[in-house]
């Protein structure tokens, strides 16, 4: 099979690029390297069975492009992180409705499978013991920078959902509740590497807010094979699925774990969310999820705990700091030439 992966140069994307390799399937990532970072892949890349084009999911005729040489496509091309959301939302809202269309339009008229990448930020507000696919959507107002994340992830659900159900699009909808795990940067707001990068460095700990809120951790090793199980589940075709780990903890109880799993001599310091975020922003207490209909539909099941994420995110960090590779937004640069190997460019 050949398969195209919007944002494939990102932190989930990488990895689903490298399962889909292992397995013997060619991979087309598409990324405009906005988030993403080139050495992600470096290992898909060098398999031989992996290609790069640097582009935006906004440009139709490159969409197309890559469209007609694969069977399938993962559209995992988004904005990441809610401090890069909260700061740059008309942005983020814009690039992830007009991809949303263009991508779904894109597979829809070339016969292309289409797996859309959405989020649990899709919830809202929404507390319940346990979020099932059809559970109520809560959000705060327009004027809260947060919710224009899960307002663009909901217009790209219904554009995938509604052309299976009015045009028989083959196509399926991930909600994804907070993958962590190694190549996740703390960059953009994402509490465990930047948990695990202060741990390291024998810094205190910064927890926003009082630290009560809880969230549910899925390891990327289990995100990316349950993607890859609903891709290849026919069964699963114009439906929506939760993909997450149920197992709740607090984030200071994440900050004590990550202390004792580094064997850090860090404290913990209390950041008031106003000083992380800025005026108006709205955090939530809690989100679990319901992964019910994916275990039916597929048989998939959550199999890694936060402590062996926290454990590959620290050796992943160590290893990186040791070979002094940073994290950055330029790389070699591979041209898609359909047929052809791939041929690496020099950097402008």
Not at 214 to 232: E, G, I, K, Q
Not at 322 to 338: Q, R
Request: glycine share 10%; aromatic share 6%.
């Amino acid at each position: 099979m050949r398969y195209l992966i919007t944002g494939g140069a990102g932190f989930v994307g990488s990895h689903l690029a490298d399962v889909l390799v292992a397995r013997g399937d060619e991979v087309l990532v598409l990324d405009d390297l906005s988030t993403g970072n080139v050495e992600n892949i470096a290992d898909a890349l060098a398999s031989g069975r992996a290609e790069f084009v640097e582009g935006s999911v906004c440009d139709m005729d490159q969409v197309d492009e890559c469209m007609e040489w694969a069977d399938a496509c993962f559209h995992l091309a988004s904005a990441v992180g809610v401090k890069l959301i909260v700061q740059r939302s008309v942005d983020s809202l814009s690039r992830s409705v007009r991809g949303a269309q263009v991508v779904t339009e894109g597979a829809h008229r070339l016969g292309c499978r289409l797996l859309f990448a959405s989020t649990s930020e899709i919830y809202g507000k929404n507390g319940s013991s346990a979020l099932t696919e059809q559970s109520d959507r809560i959000l705060g107002p327009p004027s809260i920078a947060r919710w224009s994340y899960s307002t663009a992830k909901a217009f790209g659900e219904a554009i995938a959902l509604g052309y299976h159900r009015e045009l028989e699009a083959d196509t399926v909808v991930a909600r994804l509740f907070n993958t962590v795990g190694p190549r996740q940067t703390g960059s953009y707001g994402m509490v465990l590497p930047r948990f695990v990068g202060q741990a390291i460095a024998d810094e205190d700990l910064t927890v926003y807010g009082d630290g009560s809120q809880s969230r549910c951790f899925s390891h990327v090793y289990d995100t990316t094979r349950a993607l890859v199980m609903l891709m290849d589940e026919e069964g699963a075709r114009g439906t929506a699925f939760n993909i997450g780990k149920s197992t709740e903890i607090t984030i200071l109880e994440l900050a004590e774990t990550v202390i004792e799993r580094t064997e850090s001599s860090s404290g913990i310091q209390m950041v008031p969310y106003e000083e992380a975020y800025g005026e108006g922003f709205e955090e939530l207490g809690r989100r679990r999820p319901d992964t019910t209909a994916i275990e039916q539909m597929t048989g998939w099941r959550s199999t890694r705990g936060i402590e062996e994420a926290i454990d590959d995110v620290a050796a992943f960090e160590r290893t990186r700091a040791a070979s002094d590779v940073l994290p950055t937004s330029n790389g070699t640069v591979v041209k898609f030439d359909e047929g052809s190997v791939a041929d690496p460019l020099v950097d402008a």
